[in-house]
């Protein structure tokens, strides 16, 4: 193959040598490149098939065509336009999700209110003085992996990028953003990490039944609902079976199977879990929303639609974007990668690019020929073919021989029909594999490199998960992002994650091929034009496959059906290549079908049919199929229907979720049987069908091997065998009886459940034809009857007869299919008609003449049969015929008005005789045809001979009343007209011609009578005379031309000599012409002079002036025109060499001297004389002498630089020079002030220049020059002339130049870098062959070599064997001195290592140190470090002391600059800055107690950092010291500062051990009394401050100590506190213990958890006695009541619910117990409606208390009164609950109700709230009426209005 020989970088790629690859800086191997022969060239499919076990690892790979393939470009450039999308290309990476902020706020406050305790408060979160938006900050972080990792990778500014993109970054930015997420989101990402982990911890235990049922009864009792308020909560309520559907699922349409139905939190919009995309298997926790919901419009990304362009201005707009980013300058390919790299990951700011992609070439055009297109001229017709036909055209490679996209016949863009790509720099496709998994072909035609990337299709499922690991916020909202194509991710994120990535640069003529399922993606590097297609070989088949369910998985709709594929080719031809593949993907398709078909026949769907029949079924797409509802895929095998929804269909796996009907009412629908189905695989080996059989039979499952298919019955379990067997056994019977359309149809009704099964169905499918064909047989039979019936009794003409081949085919059958009676009835009527066909017959096929009469009597009885006759028709037609042949002729023979032409009567002719009928008319016919023949032959005869007028004329009045049109009678008459019009014409004409002015349309006139005439047939008489006048007339026209324009003199005479012979020359005109002649006679003999003579210009003037004057064109003019302007163009290129004296030097550009030669020959060729041509050969005579005098000097400069000797007589050379340089000069003067451009001056300028180059570098030898001036001469010297460079001279000072530069290179020793010191000496013996000498040079060398030995030496002496003897100033002196004095040698590495060993030690101890101890020397912070860890120490010590010293814990300074706080706990003294606070926050009226005091008191631990309770702070890490003194054991001498470090690390190693023994104690602590450990951790924790020297494992270990003391304190306070906790405060709080480990055994634990139980206990009593009715005595209620009070706990709901409850009502004295209530419109007072007795509803009511109270009679009783007091005392009847009177605001409804029309009247509780409650009256009941209302209790009353 032609990839046997790969080149050198290529070869090394294959072996994944990375440091070939091209990538550059993103070090990704480079894919293969294959050469291809012009053999392997000639099959692409057939070359792909050789390569893909190798290029299909890379899922990439290049070809490179052979060198004889160049297809011409077919588009027009100049015409061509395209529609562009624009890109931002910094978005496809580092971009948020598009989340809607509208939604996160929901969310978000819903957050706050269920679990944060919180109410959503609309409160303004600013960051940099702009509304901070929290959905894009949280989106961010989660972006780079959480709020942890942020922190712990430090890349907040990376967050900060995409907050505020256009922002600067800053170090108080990033902290601020830090501090915004820590307060407002870090809670919300923690709750939702637990959700996830949940959902994903329920979605792996999976489908255990128990949960299953949990949650099927879950379903089936509700489903979700939500409010469309933002902060409303989650509602459930029951769904009733008979209510109508009040949702449906936005993607199947369905409101059907609510059970499983999601409604989105916001929109209230619902989504079946298995119609989203992907399906959800379970109710994901927390609430859910839409995708609609999550993302946002407006922040949606996508490539948005551009206008369209032409391709010169998308060249403009490209050619802009580059000289944008890198100018004119040429960029690598490195770069070129790594800026586009920076500008996708936002780095790099924003871009925006143009891309013309995706365009359909079937409308804007293919790159390459095709048939159908025009041919450019450019293209030679045989090339152009060539290419057209080419199987690398990507226009033909789907269709190829071998593809299996042969079989489709559906013009797909991109998959059949390629696509165009036109690019401009930076212009991107982003990471996708093809449509369906497809191969894919890339050609670039022209332009500007395409860069590739590949993941293998092996590692498709690494990549994915890299993505969504990388961009979680975007696969979040975009669960399908990558079908998308808008994202890319670094190929360096790829190789980091362990996913291999490939790079492939495409240049212009290069092909690119893509694997199935191979991730790829790139960019481009400039203007470019690419194309496109997919194409599928035989291998692409299983991945199809995969294509086909990744798109069910999905929802996505597909580009084709991969079954329908299959099928078509496995119907077609295919080769043996095509067998294994095709055959393994038929067998997954053939079990996966059986499997569901078998599932659905369980299940209980037994009808089925087939689907309608293709017209074409061997081409794919031509038809389209159903689509399911839910996963959007074609329905080609089979789908499932329902007659409740007769336009939607679903594939077999989704069956269920069609509708909600009964199995037995759904119907499968298939294409193909199993056995079909099993037939195409059979097919697939075609070289050995019966082994393959055998083979294939062994793969598939068969229906006849156990486990048979079967289900269960009552009363047992049967097989669908045995089922087919007693249905075939059944109805068998079934031919023997007569014919029943029912029982053939149940019968055929009941075979549909065994239809679609493979070949054990045979004999059932043969039965079901045979019923089939005999239902279909007594249909017709029995239709046919019925038409011959009605057809008998109507007449009319909607009946339709019946065709007597149908009924001669039904009853030619024999036996007949079924036994069906009516068949002998019918039989009689086809008798009949059977004879009158033979009647029929024999008349049409009779050859003599018929009677008319016959033949209307032979067509009445065709009319009257029952049974439509074949011959029917033509027996009338031919009726018909002979009728209208008569008529036609009678209307011929009479017509008067309008000539008959003479072909229709022989057409009548022709037509009697096919007739074969006796007509009268036939003879009126024939003698009006003898006349016709009479006249043709008269007419003819004379049309044969000569005509004239009086001939014709005779003729035609003969036959002018004949009423037959015939053609040569009326040609004759056309002759005669035309001859007459053409006299009367040319006798107009003739009429006093010679007087008329305008001879010029005389002559036309007269042309065109002539013309006329000789196209007459007939002779006239007056031509002649027409023929001379025409004569005269042109002579005249030739003589008025020559007047008006200029003529020869042979013209002229001619023209004279033609009028003389026409005896017209005496007309004026031509006497005027005469004259003139005469004129141009003499003009010319003086013409002739002047040029013989060579006389002035002035006469030669003189001669034009007259000669233009006349109409003659004089033989020599144009001879005296030439010389004149020959010489005035010779004086205009001669002027400025003449006119150079008065003009200024170097106001114009120089002069020519070649010109100057050119002029002064050609003025000797002139043919007059002038007296300029004598000046100018003066002046050429001056520019010789002077070019003469520069060869001299140029000569004597070449002598000079070819000089050998220099060595002695170097002072004698530089004043030659000099002397030399001024001659130069002097002669370039004078060449210049000639104004010519002398070819010399350059060359002397070059000499002149190579002289001072020369000058200046001898004068170095007198003085050692500095290194820039040397590098200034050679940088000169590289720029001489390539003449004098090689001159001897010039080479010996070169290498003299080149000698004393690297000599100072040696010398100077740079930090940049320094040379050895066998450089020093090689210079010394190259000195040897210099031609110049240079004593100076020589001496520095030598003392340079002199120093560096002595600080070897020096250095030798400082390393003794004992490394305590060395000194630290000792080593700074002898880098300082080597670093001036010494060359580059070990010894200089060595002292430089040490030096940078020991500062960077240094270093890093005060990085360790500086966060304790700032702005201060190494050494004394390390002795301040010392002092603290001995306080700590010391503190730890004496836990229980009292401290008697005035200095301050934390930094022992006394109080003289600082104010000191004294603890009045503890005793301990404070600095106020030590602390943390101002000096304000101090108040000497209060008592100052310490942060670690006040943490044992109140539990209560400050978040804000500026607490010393703040562990860590000081941040001073012991393993870090620990290192630090491991590492100083490398360094070669011993400094004080690690004596000191070393005495820092063994004593805080004490103290560490000191406070895990106090740490200890504290978690191991359980008892009741904190005061037992309160001094113990104060001391810890001020020791563990003071120092900081603390490790993580210790430090988290307090960090627990702190939080459960914390715990413990706050325990503490709740159970001693004056304030009750409540139940949930409790709860909470327990919560919290058991998250920081609180053990079981502790005391507050268990006391918390008593209380708790004992509250809980009280508040389910107390909600049960609420709603008990008054079931509980009102002493009871009361008990309990109190017992609440007196709890531990607040429980002042319930107590609230108890209160309400021992509020009594209405005469019966009962709580409230939802039964219908009444108000009293006086007191407010509520009475049951059973109580007082009342039936009717009256619009006003008044209690008999109140009635009593006014002392009125009932009947005249009014609604209002006043306050009445009895004994002083006021008893107020009981009100109810104040939510009634809010529910009386809120809605002013009647207060009372009807519920039944039987007159019972009852209370709903649902509208108890909607009562009508009055606000209670100004006056006051008086307390005894209430103890005499039980004997009022008969009174009541009412008023009615």
């Given at each position: 193959?032609g990839?046997?020989?790969?080149?050198a970088?290529?070869k090394?790629?294959l072996?994944q040598?990375?440091?070939?690859?091209?990538s550059?800086?993103?070090?990704i191997?480079?894919?293969?490149?294959?050469?291809?022969?012009?053999?392997?060239?000639?099959?692409?499919?057939e070359?792909?098939?050789k390569?893909?076990?190798?290029?299909?690892?890379y899922?990439?790979?290049?070809?490179?065509?052979?060198k004889?393939?160049?297809?011409p470009?077919?588009l027009d450039?100049?015409?061509?336009?395209?529609?562009?999308?624009?890109?931002?290309?910094h978005q496809?990476?580092?971009?948020c999700?598009s989340?809607?902020?509208?939604?996160?706020?929901?969310?978000?406050n819903?957050?706050?209110?269920?679990?944060?305790?919180?109410?959503?408060?609309?409160k303004?979160?600013v960051?940099?003085?702009?509304?901070?938006?929290?959905?894009?900050?949280?989106?961010?972080?989660?972006?780079?992996?959480g709020?942890?990792?942020?922190?712990k990778?430090?890349k907040?500014?990376?967050?900060?990028?995409?907050?505020?993109?256009?922002?600067?970054?800053s170090?108080?930015?990033?902290?601020?953003?830090?501090?915004?997420y820590?307060?407002h989101?870090?809670d919300?990402?923690?709750?939702?990490?637990?959700?996830?982990?949940?959902?994903?911890?329920s979605?792996r235990?999976g489908n255990?039944?128990?949960?299953?049922?949990?949650?099927?009864?879950?379903?089936s009792?509700?489903?979700?609902?939500?409010k469309n308020?933002?902060?409303?909560?989650?509602?459930?309520c029951?769904v009733?079976?008979?209510?109508?559907?009040?949702?449906i699922?936005e993607?199947c349409?369905?409101?059907?199977?609510?059970?499983v139905?999601?409604?989105?939190?916001?929109?209230?919009?619902?989504?079946?879990?298995?119609c989203?995309?992907?399906p959800l298997?379970?109710?994901?926790p927390?609430?859910?929303?839409?995708?609609?919901?999550?993302?946002?419009?407006?922040?949606?990304?996508?490539?948005v639609?551009?206008?369209?362009?032409?391709?010169?201005?998308?060249?403009?707009?490209?050619d802009?974007?580059?000289k944008?980013?890198?100018?004119?300058?040429?960029i690598?390919?490195?770069?070129?990668?790594?800026?586009?790299?920076e500008?996708v990951e936002g780095?790099?700011?924003?871009?925006?690019v143009k891309?013309?992609?995706?365009?359909?070439?079937?409308?804007?055009?293919?790159?390459?020929?095709r048939?159908t297109?025009?041919?450019?001229?450019?293209?030679e017709?045989g090339t152009?073919?060539e290419?057209?036909?080419s199987?690398?055209?990507?226009?033909?490679?789907?269709?190829?021989?071998g593809?299996m996209?042969?079989?489709?016949?559906?013009s797909?863009?991109?998959?059949?029909?390629?696509?165009?790509y036109?690019g401009?720099l930076?212009?991107?496709?982003?990471w996708?594999?093809?449509d369906?998994?497809f191969?894919?072909?890339?050609?670039?035609h022209w332009g500007?490199?395409?860069?590739?990337?590949?993941?293998?299709?092996?590692?498709?499922?690494?990549?994915?998960?890299v993505?969504r690991?990388?961009l979680?916020d975007l696969?979040?909202?975009?669960p399908?992002?990558?079908?998308?194509?808008?994202?890319?991710?670094?190929?360096?994120?790829?190789q980091?994650?362990?996913?291999?990535?490939?790079n492939?640069l495409q240049?212009?003529?290069?092909?690119?091929?893509?694997?199935p399922?191979s991730y790829?993606?790139?960019?481009n590097c400039?203007?470019?034009?690419?194309?496109?297609?997919?194409?599928?070989?035989?291998?692409w088949?299983p991945?199809?496959g995969?294509?086909a369910?990744?798109?069910q998985?999905?929802?996505?709709a597909?580009?084709l059906?991969?079954?329908?594929?299959?099928?078509a080719v496995?119907?077609?031809e295919f080769?043996s290549?095509?067998?294994p593949?095709l055959?393994?993907?038929?067998?997954r398709?053939?079990?996966r079908?059986k499997?569901?078909r078998?599932?659905?026949?369980?299940?209980?769907?037994?009808?089925?049919s087939?689907?309608?029949?293709?017209?074409?079924?061997?081409?794919v797409?031509?038809?389209?199929d159903?689509?399911?509802?839910?996963?959007?895929?074609?329905?080609y095998?089979s789908?499932v229907?329902?007659?409740?929804?007769p336009?939607?269909?679903?594939?077999?796996?989704?069956?269920?979720?069609?509708c909600?009907?009964?199995?037995?009412?759904?119907?499968l629908?298939?294409r193909?049987?199993?056995?079909?189905?099993?037939d195409?695989v059979?097919?697939?080996?075609?070289?050995n069908h019966?082994?393959?059989?055998k083979?294939?039979?062994?793969?598939?499952?068969?229906?006849?091997?156990?486990?048979a298919?079967s289900?269960?019955?009552?009363?047992?379990?049967?097989?669908?065998?045995?089922?087919?067997?007693e249905?075939?056994i059944?109805?068998?019977?079934?031919?023997?009886?007569?014919?029943?359309?029912?029982?053939?149809r149940?019968?055929?009704?009941?075979a549909?459940?065994f239809?679609?099964a493979?070949?054990?169905?045979d004999p059932?499918r043969d039965l079901?034809?045979?019923?089939t064909?005999?239902q279909?047989w007594?249909?017709?039979?029995?239709d046919?009857?019925?038409?011959?019936?009605?057809w008998?009794?109507?007449?009319?003409?909607d009946v339709v007869?019946v065709?007597?081949e149908?009924?001669d085919?039904?009853?030619?059958?024999?036996?007949?299919?079924?036994?069906?009676?009516?068949?002998?009835?019918?039989?009689?009527?086809?008798k009949?008609?059977?004879?009158?066909t033979?009647e029929?017959?024999?008349?049409?096929?009779?050859?003599s003449?018929?009677?008319?009469?016959?033949?209307?009597?032979?067509c009445?009885?065709?009319?009257?049969?029952?049974?439509?006759?074949?011959?029917?028709?033509?027996?009338l037609?031919?009726?018909?015929?002979?009728k209208?042949?008569?008529?036609?002729?009678r209307?011929c023979?009479?017509?008067t008005s309008?000539?008959v032409?003479?072909?229709i009567?022989?057409?009548?002719?022709?037509?009697n005789?096919?007739l074969?009928?006796q007509l009268?008319?036939?003879e009126?016919l024939?003698?009006?045809i003898s006349?016709?023949?009479?006249?043709?032959s008269?007419?003819c005869?004379?049309l044969?001979g000569?005509?004239s007028?009086?001939?014709?004329?005779l003729l035609?009045n003969?036959?002018?009343g004949f009423?037959?049109?015939?053609?040569?009678?009326?040609?004759?008459?056309?002759?005669?007209?035309?001859?007459?019009?053409?006299i009367?014409?040319?006798?107009d004409?003739?009429?006093?011609?010679?007087?008329?002015?305008?001879q010029?349309?005389?002559a036309?006139?007269?042309?065109?009578?002539?013309?006329d005439?000789s196209?007459?047939?007939?002779k006239?008489?007056?031509?002649?005379?027409?023929?001379?006048?025409?004569?005269?007339?042109?002579?005249?026209?030739?003589?008025l031309k020559?007047?008006?324009?200029?003529m020869?003199?042979?013209?002229?005479e001619?023209?004279?000599m033609?009028?003389?012979?026409?005896?017209i020359?005496?007309?004026?005109?031509?006497?005027d012409?005469?004259?003139?002649k005469a004129?141009?006679v003499?003009l010319?003999?003086?013409?002739?002079?002047v040029l013989?003579?060579k006389?002035?210009i002035s006469?030669?003037?003189?001669?034009?002036?007259?000669?233009?004057?006349?109409?003659v064109?004089?033989?020599?003019?144009?001879?005296?025109?030439?010389a004149?302007?020959?010489?005035?163009s010779?004086?205009s290129?001669?002027?400025?060499?003449?006119?150079?004296d008065?003009?200024?030097?170097?106001?114009?550009?120089p002069?020519?001297v070649?010109t100057l030669?050119?002029?002064?020959s050609?003025?000797?060729?002139l043919?007059?004389?002038?007296?300029?041509?004598?000046?100018m050969?003066?002046?050429?005579?001056?520019c010789?002498?002077w070019?003469?005098d520069?060869?001299?000097?140029?000569?004597?400069t070449e002598w000079?630089?070819?000089v050998?000797n220099i060595?002695?007589?170097?002072?004698?050379i530089?004043?030659?020079?000099?002397k030399?340089?001024?001659?130069?000069?002097?002669?370039?003067?004078?060449?210049?002030g000639?104004?010519f451009?002398?070819?010399?001056?350059?060359?002397?300028?070059?000499?002149?220049?190579?002289?001072?180059?020369?000058?200046?570098a001898?004068?170095?030898?007198?003085?050692?020059?500095t290194?820039e001036e040397?590098e200034?001469?050679?940088?000169?010297a590289?720029h001489?002339?390539?003449?004098?460079?090689?001159?001897?001279?010039?080479?010996?000072?070169?290498?003299?130049?080149?000698?004393?530069?690297?000599?100072?290179?040696?010398s100077?020793?740079?930090?940049?870098?320094?040379?050895?010191i066998s450089?020093?000496?090689?210079i010394?013996r190259?000195?040897q062959?210099?031609?110049?000498?240079s004593?100076?040079?020589i001496?520095?060398l030598?003392?340079a070599?002199?120093?560096?030995?002595?600080?070897?030496?020096?250095?030798?002496?400082f390393?003794?064997?004992?490394?305590?003897?060395?000194s630290?100033?000792?080593?700074?002196?002898?880098?300082e001195k080597g670093?001036?004095?010494a060359?580059?040698?070990?010894e200089?590495?060595m002292?430089?290592?040490?030096?940078h060993?020991i500062e960077e030690w240094?270093?890093q101890?005060?990085?360790v140190?500086?966060?304790?101890?700032r702005?201060?020397?190494?050494?004394?912070?390390?002795?301040?470090?010392?002092?603290?860890?001995?306080?700590s120490?010391?503190?730890?010590?004496?836990?229980n002391?009292?401290?008697?010293?005035?200095?301050?814990?934390?930094?022992?300074?006394?109080?003289?600059?600082?104010?000191l706080?004294?603890?009045?706990?503890?005793n301990?003294?404070?600095?106020l800055?030590c602390?943390?606070c101002?000096?304000?926050?101090a108040?000497?009226?209060k008592?100052?107690i310490?942060p670690y005091?006040?943490f044992?008191?109140?539990g209560?631990?400050s978040?804000?950092?500026?607490d010393?309770?703040?562990?860590?702070?000081?941040?001073?890490?012991l393993?870090?010291?620990?290192e630090?003194?491991?590492?100083?054991e490398?360094?070669?001498?011993w400094?004080?500062?690690?004596?000191?470090?070393?005495?820092?690390?063994q004593k805080?190693?004490?103290?560490?051990a000191?406070?895990?023994?106090i740490?200890?104690?504290v978690?191991t602590y359980p008892d009741?009394?904190?005061?037992?450990?309160?001094?113990?951790?104060?001391a810890?924790?001020?020791?563990?401050?003071?120092v900081g020297?603390?490790?993580?494992?210790?430090?988290?270990?307090?960090?627990l100590?702190?939080?459960?003391?914390?715990w413990k304190?706050r325990?503490?306070?709740?159970?001693?506190?004056?304030?009750k906790?409540?139940?949930?405060?409790?709860?909470?709080?327990?919560?919290?213990g058991?998250?920081?480990?609180?053990p079981?055994?502790?005391?507050?634990?268990q006391?918390l958890t008593?209380?708790?139980?004992?509250?809980?206990?009280?508040?389910?009593?107390?909600?049960?006695?609420s709603t008990?009715?008054?079931?509980?005595?009102?002493d009871?209620?009361?008990?309990?009541?109190t017992?609440?009070?007196?709890?531990?706990v607040s429980?002042?709901?319930e107590?609230?619910?108890?209160?309400?409850?021992?509020?009594l009502?209405?005469?019966?004295r009962?709580?409230?117990?939802?039964?219908?209530?009444?108000a009293?419109?006086?007191c407010?007072e509520?009475?049951?409606f059973?109580?007082?007795?009342?039936s009717?509803l009256p619009?006003?009511y008044?209690c008999?208390?109140?009635?009593c109270?006014?002392g009125?009679d009932?009947?005249?009783?009014?609604?209002?009164?006043?306050?009445?007091v009895?004994?002083?005392?006021?008893?107020?009847p009981q009100?109810?609950?104040?939510?009634?009177?809010?529910?009386?605001?809120?809605?002013?409804?009647?207060?009372?109700?009807?519920?039944d029309?039987?007159?019972?009247?009852s209370?709903?509780t649902?509208?108890?709230?909607?009562?009508?409650?009055?606000?209670?009256?100004?006056?006051r009941?008086?307390?005894?009426?209430?103890?005499h209302?039980?004997?009022?209790s008969?009174?009541i009353?009412?008023?009615n209005?």
């Amino acid at each position: 193959m032609g990839r046997g020989r790969p080149r050198a970088v290529e070869k090394g790629v294959l072996g994944q040598n990375i440091s070939a690859s091209p990538s550059g800086l993103l070090n990704i191997p480079s894919g293969p490149v294959y050469y291809p022969t012009e053999d392997e060239f000639k099959d692409p499919l057939e070359f792909i098939y050789k390569i893909r076990p190798e290029a299909e690892k890379y899922g990439i790979c290049k070809i490179i065509p052979p060198k004889s393939w160049k297809p011409p470009f077919a588009l027009d450039l100049n015409t061509f336009t395209f529609p562009t999308k624009t890109q931002a290309i910094h978005q496809l990476q580092a971009r948020c999700a598009s989340c809607d902020p509208k939604t996160f706020e929901l969310e978000y406050n819903r957050f706050l209110e269920e679990h944060c305790g919180k109410k959503a408060a609309k409160k303004r979160v600013v960051f940099e003085g702009e509304d901070l938006d929290l959905c894009k900050l949280y989106n961010s972080v989660k972006r780079f992996g959480g709020y942890d990792k942020v922190v712990k990778e430090k890349k907040w500014g990376e967050v900060f990028r995409f907050v505020r993109p256009a922002g600067k970054i800053s170090e108080c930015a990033k902290h601020v953003l830090f501090q915004l997420y820590l307060e407002h989101l870090y809670d919300y990402e923690e709750y939702y990490n637990k959700l996830n982990k949940l959902g994903n911890r329920s979605f792996r235990r999976g489908n255990q039944s128990e949960r299953k049922r949990e949650s099927d009864s879950q379903f089936s009792s509700s489903k979700k609902r939500r409010k469309n308020n933002e902060c409303d909560r989650t509602e459930t309520c029951k769904v009733k079976e008979e209510e109508p559907h009040d949702q449906i699922c936005e993607q199947c349409k369905s409101g059907l199977h609510g059970e499983v139905m999601l409604l989105c939190d916001r929109c209230n919009k619902g989504w079946h879990m298995y119609c989203l995309s992907p399906p959800l298997k379970q109710i994901p926790p927390g609430n859910w929303y839409c995708l609609q919901c999550l993302n946002s419009e407006k922040d949606s990304f996508g490539f948005v639609t551009g206008r369209e362009l032409s391709l010169d201005s998308f060249r403009r707009i490209a050619d802009r974007a580059k000289k944008k980013w890198f100018g004119s300058t040429s960029i690598s390919q490195v770069q070129l990668e790594k800026k586009f790299w920076e500008i996708v990951e936002g780095s790099a700011g924003e871009v925006e690019v143009k891309y013309g992609s995706d365009l359909d070439t079937s409308i804007y055009g293919s790159g390459f020929p095709r048939v159908t297109d025009e041919k450019p001229s450019s293209v030679e017709p045989g090339t152009w073919d060539e290419y057209c036909a080419s199987p690398w055209n990507l226009n033909n490679l789907p269709k190829l021989p071998g593809s299996m996209l042969r079989a489709v016949h559906h013009s797909i863009a991109g998959v059949m029909v390629p696509w165009l790509y036109i690019g401009m720099l930076f212009s991107s496709f982003c990471w996708h594999f093809e449509d369906h998994c497809f191969y894919s072909m890339n050609y670039h035609h022209w332009g500007e490199p395409k860069c590739w990337y590949s993941v293998p299709g092996s590692e498709a499922q690494a990549f994915e998960k890299v993505m969504r690991d990388s961009l979680p916020d975007l696969f979040d909202a975009q669960p399908d992002l990558l079908f998308q194509l808008v994202t890319m991710l670094n190929p360096r994120v790829l190789q980091e994650n362990g996913v291999p990535v490939y790079n492939v640069l495409q240049e212009p003529g290069d092909f690119i091929i893509t694997f199935p399922r191979s991730y790829h993606g790139g960019f481009n590097c400039g203007l470019n034009c690419a194309e496109a297609v997919n194409f599928a070989p035989a291998d692409w088949l299983p991945h199809g496959g995969f294509g086909a369910e990744l798109y069910q998985l999905y929802r996505k709709a597909a580009v084709l059906s991969h079954e329908e594929l299959l099928c078509a080719v496995a119907r077609s031809e295919f080769d043996s290549k095509a067998a294994p593949y095709l055959k393994t993907e038929l067998v997954r398709v053939y079990s996966r079908e059986k499997s569901w078909r078998e599932r659905l026949w369980k299940n209980g769907i037994v009808n089925s049919s087939l689907m309608p029949p293709r017209m074409k079924p061997e081409y794919v797409g031509t038809e389209e199929d159903p689509i399911c509802i839910i996963c959007q895929q074609y329905l080609y095998l089979s789908a499932v229907a329902c007659s409740c929804a007769p336009s939607s269909f679903v594939c077999l796996e989704h069956w269920e979720h069609l509708c909600e009907c009964k199995p037995q009412k759904r119907r499968l629908l298939f294409r193909h049987t199993l056995a079909e189905l099993n037939d195409m695989v059979l097919i697939t080996d075609k070289s050995n069908h019966e082994e393959a059989a055998k083979n294939v039979r062994r793969q598939l499952p068969s229906s006849n091997d156990p486990p048979a298919l079967s289900k269960k019955i009552k009363g047992g379990c049967i097989t669908h065998m045995q089922l087919a067997e007693e249905w075939r056994i059944k109805f068998s019977k079934l031919f023997q009886n007569p014919y029943s359309s029912d029982a053939y149809r149940r019968a055929i009704k009941e075979a549909e459940q065994f239809m679609w099964a493979g070949h054990e169905m045979d004999p059932v499918r043969d039965l079901v034809k045979k019923l089939t064909d005999a239902q279909d047989w007594a249909h017709n039979v029995r239709d046919s009857l019925s038409k011959v019936k009605s057809w008998m009794s109507d007449h009319s003409s909607d009946v339709v007869k019946v065709q007597m081949e149908v009924v001669d085919n039904l009853l030619s059958l024999n036996p007949i299919p079924c036994n069906e009676p009516e068949h002998l009835e019918l039989k009689d009527f086809q008798k009949e008609a059977s004879q009158l066909t033979l009647e029929i017959d024999s008349v049409l096929s009779s050859c003599s003449n018929i009677l008319v009469s016959d033949l209307e009597t032979l067509c009445s009885k065709t009319v009257d049969c029952p049974i439509h006759i074949k011959g029917s028709e033509e027996l009338l037609h031919k009726l018909s015929s002979a009728k209208a042949w008569a008529k036609r002729v009678r209307k011929c023979v009479s017509e008067t008005s309008a000539r008959v032409e003479a072909d229709i009567l022989y057409e009548l002719e022709k037509e009697n005789l096919s007739l074969q009928v006796q007509l009268p008319e036939h003879e009126m016919l024939l003698d009006l045809i003898s006349q016709v023949e009479c006249c043709q032959s008269q007419c003819c005869e004379m049309l044969k001979g000569s005509l004239s007028v009086k001939e014709l004329e005779l003729l035609l009045n003969k036959w002018d009343g004949f009423m037959v049109n015939i053609p040569e009678l009326e040609l004759l008459r056309k002759y005669h007209k035309d001859a007459v019009s053409w006299i009367a014409r040319a006798g107009d004409i003739l009429l006093r011609i010679s007087e008329r002015e305008d001879q010029e349309a005389v002559a036309l006139e007269l042309t065109c009578i002539q013309k006329d005439a000789s196209l007459l047939r007939v002779k006239v008489e007056e031509l002649p005379c027409v023929d001379i006048e025409l004569k005269k007339a042109r002579c005249r026209v030739k003589a008025l031309k020559a007047r008006r324009c200029k003529m020869s003199m042979d013209y002229i005479e001619q023209l004279l000599m033609e009028a003389s012979i026409l005896q017209i020359e005496k007309e004026k005109l031509f006497a005027d012409v005469s004259e003139v002649k005469a004129i141009a006679v003499s003009l010319e003999e003086r013409a002739r002079r002047v040029l013989k003579n060579k006389e002035e210009i002035s006469e030669f003037e003189d001669v034009v002036r007259a000669s233009e004057e006349i109409f003659v064109i004089l033989p020599s003019i144009d001879e005296v025109k030439d010389a004149v302007s020959m010489a005035k163009s010779w004086l205009s290129r001669s002027q400025p060499f003449l006119s150079r004296d008065s003009m200024a030097l170097g106001s114009s550009p120089p002069l020519e001297v070649v010109t100057l030669k050119e002029l002064v020959s050609e003025s000797k060729l002139l043919k007059l004389s002038l007296r300029e041509q004598l000046m100018m050969q003066t002046l050429l005579d001056t520019c010789t002498g002077w070019e003469q005098d520069a060869c001299s000097v140029l000569h004597d400069t070449e002598w000079l630089l070819n000089v050998e000797n220099i060595d002695d007589e170097i002072l004698s050379i530089l004043g030659k020079i000099e002397k030399q340089i001024q001659a130069i000069d002097s002669v370039v003067e004078a060449g210049q002030g000639l104004g010519f451009k002398f070819d010399m001056v350059p060359k002397l300028q070059d000499a002149c220049s190579t002289l001072r180059w020369c000058f200046r570098a001898l004068s170095f030898a007198t003085a050692i020059p500095t290194l820039e001036e040397v590098e200034t001469n050679l940088e000169i010297a590289s720029h001489l002339p390539i003449m004098y460079a090689t001159c001897s001279l010039c080479i010996s000072l070169i290498d003299w130049v080149n000698w004393l530069h690297r000599a100072l290179e040696v010398s100077i020793h740079s930090t940049l870098g320094r040379s050895n010191i066998s450089d020093a000496e090689e210079i010394l013996r190259q000195y040897q062959n210099i031609r110049v000498s240079s004593p100076a040079m020589i001496s520095r060398l030598q003392k340079a070599i002199e120093k560096h030995n002595s600080w070897l030496d020096q250095v030798h002496l400082f390393f003794p064997p004992d490394f305590r003897d060395r000194s630290w100033d000792l080593l700074l002196q002898l880098k300082e001195k080597g670093n001036n004095d010494a060359f580059s040698c070990s010894e200089l590495d060595m002292v430089f290592s040490e030096v940078h060993k020991i500062e960077e030690w240094k270093r890093q101890c005060e990085e360790v140190l500086h966060p304790s101890v700032r702005d201060a020397h190494l050494l004394t912070a390390l002795l301040q470090t010392e002092n603290a860890v001995e306080r700590s120490i010391s503190i730890c010590e004496t836990s229980n002391r009292t401290n008697s010293s005035a200095l301050c814990i934390c930094c022992s300074l006394d109080g003289v600059d600082q104010k000191l706080l004294t603890c009045s706990t503890c005793n301990d003294c404070f600095h106020l800055q030590c602390i943390g606070c101002s000096p304000g926050d101090a108040n000497d009226s209060k008592e100052f107690i310490c942060p670690y005091c006040h943490f044992m008191n109140s539990g209560k631990i400050s978040r804000n950092g500026s607490d010393p309770l703040n562990i860590g702070r000081k941040s001073l890490k012991l393993h870090k010291l620990v290192e630090l003194l491991s590492d100083a054991e490398d360094l070669c001498l011993w400094i004080q500062e690690r004596t000191v470090l070393h005495q820092i690390v063994q004593k805080a190693l004490n103290i560490k051990a000191r406070i895990e023994e106090i740490v200890k104690f504290v978690l191991t602590y359980p008892d009741k009394d904190l005061s037992v450990i309160a001094k113990k951790f104060c001391a810890a924790l001020k020791a563990v401050h003071i120092v900081g020297a603390y490790d993580c494992e210790a430090n988290s270990k307090l960090e627990l100590a702190l939080a459960r003391t914390s715990w413990k304190i706050r325990a503490q306070r709740l159970l001693d506190g004056s304030h009750k906790p409540s139940i949930q405060v409790l709860q909470r709080h327990l919560k919290e213990g058991l998250a920081v480990g609180i053990p079981s055994e502790d005391y507050f634990r268990q006391r918390l958890t008593e209380v708790k139980n004992i509250g809980l206990q009280w508040a389910d009593m107390a909600k049960k006695v609420s709603t008990d009715g008054g079931a509980l005595g009102l002493d009871k209620v009361f008990e309990l009541i109190t017992e609440g009070e007196n709890l531990p706990v607040s429980c002042e709901k319930e107590l609230k619910l108890l209160r309400d409850r021992s509020m009594l009502y209405c005469i019966c004295r009962r709580p409230y117990d939802k039964r219908a209530m009444i108000a009293c419109d006086k007191c407010d007072e509520w009475y049951h409606f059973d109580c007082i007795k009342l039936s009717s509803l009256p619009k006003i009511y008044i209690c008999p208390a109140c009635c009593c109270m006014e002392g009125e009679d009932f009947a005249s009783m009014s609604t209002s009164g006043e306050e009445k007091v009895v004994g002083g005392k006021h008893e107020v009847p009981q009100t109810p609950s104040p939510r009634h009177r809010e529910s009386k605001r809120k809605s002013r409804k009647p207060k009372w109700e009807i519920v039944d029309a039987a007159g019972d009247v009852s209370r709903s509780t649902s509208n108890i709230e909607h009562l009508f409650w009055k606000n209670r009256k100004p006056y006051r009941r008086v307390a005894h009426r209430r103890q005499h209302f039980q004997s009022l209790s008969p009174f009541i009353f009412m008023q009615n209005s």
